[in-house]
């Protein structure tokens, strides 16, 4: 019987943490080429004055997910965000990690999975490399922390770094 009990709430815990995350948006394009994406944003953000932030990650990250539509709630949020960065979400899925495009744009990132996912990279307007951003940080309990991650986007503004 106790084993019964203990199945049953496994189950239920799998079927509202699977259900929760089909609940949020899906926010990776996973058919675009990274590589193509980042030089692209690159582009806009030397044109418009802003940095590049890549949400690194997939749509099969549930904290991934968590993140976006933690941030698109947050008018706060995303007024910083749109004055300052172009923010992109790109896809990584793990199981590719031989694949030559997606070791290539790990590498132009400075291999930023070590940090797990989702990992932000912030990049400047010429596409360096100037701050990685490990996610474990910007949490509080089962979510996100909206004081730790307004301190990190202000800290990475264009104004704050020159």
């Given at each position: 019987?106790?084993?019964?009990?203990?199945?049953?709430?496994a189950?239920?815990?799998?079927?509202?943490?699977?259900?929760?995350?089909?609940?949020?948006?899906?926010?990776?394009?996973?058919?675009?080429?990274?590589?193509?994406?980042?030089?692209?944003?690159?582009?806009?953000?030397?044109?418009?004055?802003?940095?590049?932030?890549?949400?690194?990650?997939?749509?099969?990250?549930?904290?991934?997910?968590?993140?976006?539509?933690?941030?698109?709630?947050?008018?706060?949020?995303?007024?910083?965000?749109?004055?300052n960065?172009?923010?992109?979400?790109?896809?990584?899925?793990?199981?590719?990690?031989?694949d030559?495009?997606?070791?290539?744009?790990?590498?132009?990132?400075?291999?930023?999975?070590?940090?797990?996912?989702?990992?932000?990279?912030?990049?400047?307007?010429?596409?360096?490399?100037?701050?990685?951003?490990?996610?474990?940080?910007?949490?509080?309990?089962?979510?996100?922390?909206?004081?730790?991650?307004?301190?990190?986007?202000?800290?990475?503004?264009?104004?704050?770094?020159?």
């Amino acid at each position: 019987m106790k084993r019964l009990i203990v199945t049953i709430l496994a189950s239920a815990v799998m079927f509202v943490t699977a259900d929760a995350q089909s609940n949020l948006k899906k926010v990776y394009d996973e058919s675009v080429d990274q590589m193509v994406q980042i030089d692209k944003a690159v582009a806009q953000a030397d044109k418009e004055g802003k940095f590049v932030i890549c949400q690194v990650g997939g749509n099969w990250c549930r904290w991934c997910l968590m993140f976006a539509d933690f941030m698109s709630k947050d008018s706060e949020i995303m007024e910083v965000v749109d004055k300052n960065f172009v923010y992109i979400h790109v896809n990584y899925n793990p199981r590719e990690r031989a694949d030559k495009k997606a070791e290539a744009m790990l590498k132009r990132l400075g291999n930023p999975g070590r940090f797990g996912y989702p990992v932000f990279v912030v990049l400047d307007e010429d596409g360096n490399v100037i701050h990685t951003q490990d996610s474990s940080f910007l949490e509080e309990g089962n979510g996100y922390d909206k004081t730790k991650v307004m301190r990190f986007f202000n800290n990475w503004t264009p104004e704050a770094v020159r």
